[in-house]
């Protein structure tokens, strides 16, 4: 409990950052239900506007003590900088014209950044004929649920979902676990023919056989049309490689050399001792493999034929282009909703894994990058 009460401690951080992005969370929710209750709902039921003023009487209460939350992180953190300052002894910094026009630049650029997916929001919750009369940017003019609830009750969506997390969650943890250990193997001068090994990589990176060859490969080995075609040719990533051995080499070689007196092997030292002080060089990377498995399609569109393999991003591509998630509606329908609409609404269910799993990670993912990158 002590450990846990000490704002220094890593524990008090991860309970603190949770409690700052739920605090977020319910200040966002209480400004929805608030807009929510002063605008025009399409196909709303008396039963809908007393649930929606309900919710947005239990968000407000909540509201103050979200606030209170996030004002409490706030104070810890900058308490926390100062006294980094302290110790460092660092000097008064003097704020120059640089700095004020790269803050400046900067927030416009986080502006343009929020901004489509603020205006992608907006349009998912836009009834489909007033979308399409044009202007809305920030907040719909008609609002509606109906492109939630026909997204929602398409059972392609849930199945393309499910084949993600699947291949995501598989496809990061085999292939961080097969590169990290090609990695280690070339991170220690002793593993012959290592400069073979090297060369052997750096050729793949800059010439390949091409697509048809490649195609011809999958089928050849039976991966066409299974799961394990998104699997198995994504294991390994010279790149990927380069930046967790630069990073190996920079671990001191008297620990292996300690651990090898002990009687450990290479595959023990690799598990057991490289693995554990790698990680936030392995949470950049687990970072790239997740996003790559999670935003791919056209590996879908070439390698597979049967519905049940659908990736989510190829589903989505499938109901923009095609308009397949609004065929066969009824006109009374086609009012409330719109191909655009539909595709809008699916869109943000698709990113809302990544929103609530990036803040976690982005502390790694920023020391990660550096010191993999210069290294070794």
């Known amino acids: 409990?002590?450990?846990?009460?000490?704002?220094?401690?890593?524990?008090?951080?991860?309970?603190?950052?949770?409690a700052c992005w739920l605090s977020v969370i319910v200040l966002a929710l209480?400004?929805?239900?608030?807009?929510?209750?002063?605008?025009?709902?399409d196909n709303a039921t008396e039963q809908i506007y007393t649930t929606v003023a309900q919710l947005r009487l239990i968000f407000t209460c909540l509201a103050p003590v979200a606030l209170l939350v996030i004002v409490t992180y706030a104070v810890l953190f900058f308490k926390e900088r100062k006294?980094?300052?302290?110790?460092?002894?660092?000097?008064?910094?003097h704020i120059h014209l640089f700095d004020v026009l790269n803050t400046g630049w900067m927030a416009v650029f986080c502006v343009m950044c929020i901004f489509p997916i603020i205006y992608v929001i907006a349009g998912s919750f836009s009834q489909g004929a007033d979308y399409a009369k044009g202007g809305i940017y920030l907040l719909p003019r008609v609002f509606t649920f109906e492109n939630y609830k026909l997204v929602?009750?398409?059972?392609?969506?849930?199945?393309?979902?499910l084949v993600t997390i699947a291949r995501t969650v598989i496809g990061t943890v085999t292939g961080l676990v097969f590169t990290s250990a090609v990695a280690y193997a070339m991170s220690r001068n002793n593993l012959k023919g290592k400069k073979f090994f090297y060369w052997a990589n750096i050729v793949t990176m800059f010439f390949g056989g091409g697509l048809v060859p490649y195609f011809l490969i999958i089928q050849a080995t039976g991966l066409y049309?299974?799961?394990?075609?998104?699997i198995i040719p994504s294991l390994y990533s010279v790149y990927n490689m380069i930046v967790i051995s630069s990073f190996f080499r920079g671990i001191s070689s008297e620990l292996h050399?300690?651990?090898?007196?002990?009687?450990?092997?290479?595959?023990?030292?690799?598990?057991?001792?490289?693995?554990?002080?790698?990680?936030?060089?392995?949470?950049?990377?687990?970072?790239w493999l997740a996003v790559g498995h999670w935003n791919s399609y056209f590996d879908t569109?070439?390698?597979?034929?049967?519905?049940?393999?659908?990736t989510l991003q190829h589903f989505l591509l499938k109901a923009i282009s095609t308009s397949t998630m609004t065929e066969g509606l009824p006109e009374t329908m086609m009012q409330s909703v719109s191909a655009m609409t539909v595709?809008?609404?699916a869109i943000i269910l698709s990113i809302i894994p990544v929103l609530f799993a990036f803040p976690f990670v982005r502390k790694n993912f920023q020391s990660g990058i550096m010191i993999g990158s210069l290294k070794g």
Not at 83 to 92: A, F, I, P, S, Y
Not at 225 to 230: A, E, I, R
């Open 301 to 310: 569109m070439l390698y597979t034929s049967s519905e049940e393999l659908q």
């Open 343 to 345: 595709s809008l609404a």
């Open 83 to 93: 006294e980094k300052r302290q110790l460092g002894r660092r000097k008064k910094t």
């Open 30 to 41: 209480t400004a929805f239900f608030v807009y929510v209750s002063q605008v025009e709902i």
């Open 225 to 230: 049309d299974t799961f394990w075609v998104y």
């Open 152 to 161: 929602l009750s398409d059972s392609a969506f849930y199945r393309s979902y």
């Open 257 to 287: 050399e300690a651990a090898e007196i002990d009687g450990a092997g290479e595959l023990y030292i690799w598990w057991k001792i490289y693995m554990p002080l790698s990680k936030p060089v392995l949470a950049t990377v687990a970072l």
């Open 1 to 18: 409990m002590k450990k846990l009460l000490d704002y220094h401690s890593e524990h008090f951080s991860l309970i603190r950052k949770i």
